[in-house]
T-cell receptor, first 114, second 114 residues
Framework: AQTVTQSQPEMSVQEAETVTLSCTYD???????LFWYKQPPSRQMILVIR????KQQNATENRFSVNFQKAAKSFSLKISDSQLGDAAMYFC???????????WGAGTKLIIKP | GAGVSQSPSNKVTEKGKDVELRCDPI?????LYWYRQRLGQGLEFLIY????????KSGLPSDRFSAERTGESVSTLTIQRTQQEDSAVYLC????????????FGNGTRLTVT
């Protein structure tokens, strides 16, 4: 079965600095999507960024970018110029076409130090 | 436009009682998902609806759990004879289709079974 692993239960970073959250996944598929979602204390999950597996170029959304290493099955999220509002749980998710399921990692709690 | 709306926001119930949770998806979204999120954990898939197709119930943990959706409108998740282990946040999400479209989440219902 496909799995998504987030090996860092918690990370902390100083405000304005850069932090990288790791995510690895296991799959035999060649075409799939990867997502990072953010869940602040309000509980609402918010899409941060999305990566298509067949695109070699790393996705970027303002201060958020990914390092997608397809061969290594790695999909890390880099947050630049960290802000207090970035404090949240971050979940990595993998979408596969074979059964149209979205597989979720266990999450990483990001703490921003002022 | 309006996002995904869930009600109630919080629900406290006694063990053995039935509860009904409601989800109003974004208008026009054909896909609707229910997830369970236990404290400090990731998302656990429960059930998926796509238009008028038969729902994917593969994630429902027991026959005490059921869900309904009429067409592409409101969905209700019902838990019968609640147990303390059912305590969790129940998240609803909708998307434009069952493919790789990003999910839009509601704020969830926090269920506490005493």
């Amino acid at each position: 079965a496909q799995t998504v692993t987030q090996s860092q239960p918690e990370m902390s970073v100083q405000e304005a600095e850069t932090v990288t959250l790791s995510c690895t996944y296991d799959t035999s598929e060649s075409d799939y999507y990867l997502f990072w979602y953010k869940q602040p204390p309000s509980r609402q999950m918010i899409l941060v960024i999305r990566q298509e597996a067949y695109k070699q170029q790393n996705a970027t959304e303002n201060r958020f970018s990914v390092n997608f290493q397809k061969a290594a099955k790695s999909f890390s999220l880099k947050i630049s110029d960290s802000q207090l509002g970035d404090a949240a749980m971050y979940f990595c998710a993998y979408f596969e076409y074979s059964n149209y399921q979205l597989i979720w990692g266990a999450g990483t709690k990001l703490i921003i130090k002022p | 436009g309006a996002g995904v709306s869930q009600s109630p926001s919080n629900k406290v119930t006694e063990k053995g009682k039935d509860v009904e949770l409601r989800c109003d998806p974004i208008s026009g979204h054909t896909a609707l998902y229910w997830y369970r999120q236990r404290l400090g954990q990731g998302l656990e898939f429960l059930i998926y609806f796509q238009g008028n197709s038969a729902p994917d119930k593969s994630g429902l943990p027991s026959d005490r759990f059921s869900a309904e959706r009429t067409g592409e409108s409101v969905s209700t998740l019902t838990i019968q004879r609640t147990q303390q282990e059912d305590s969790a946040v129940y998240l609803c999400a909708s998307s434009e289709d069952r493919g790789n479209s990003p999910l839009h989440f509601g704020n969830g219902t926090r269920l506490t079974v005493t």
